[in-house]
C-alpha cells in the first residue's frame, strides 16, 4: 500500500484518530484504485470527520 504523505498507513490503521485521518483521505480525494470506503465507518466517524464542504453535503444526501 502506498504511503499517504510522509505516513505509513499500516501505522495509522492501528489508533482511531489515524483510521479517521486515512478515512478522510479517502472521501475527500477517492480512494485507491480497487478500494472501497467502508460506510460503517463514515458513519461511526461522522461527526469527527473534516470533510470538504461539497462532499460533505453530497454524501448528506447519501445517508
Given at each position: 500500500m502506498?504511503?499517504v504523505?510522509?505516513?505509513d498507513?499500516e ?17 475527500n480525494y477517492?480512494?485507491?484504485?480497487g ?6 465507518d463514515v458513519r461511526?466517524y ?5 470533510l470538504f464542504?461539497?462532499r460533505?453535503?453530497l454524501?448528506?444526501l447519501?445517508?
Amino acid at each position: 500500500m502506498k504511503s499517504v504523505w510522509d505516513y505509513d498507513p499500516e501505522e495509522l490503521k492501528k489508533t482511531e484518530q489515524g483510521r479517521i485521518l486515512l478515512l478522510e483521505r479517502q472521501i475527500n480525494y477517492g480512494p485507491e484504485k480497487g478500494a472501497k470506503i467502508n460506510l460503517d465507518d463514515v458513519r461511526k466517524y461522522w461527526d469527527k470527520l473534516n470533510l470538504f464542504p461539497k462532499r460533505r453535503k453530497l454524501l448528506e444526501l447519501f445517508l
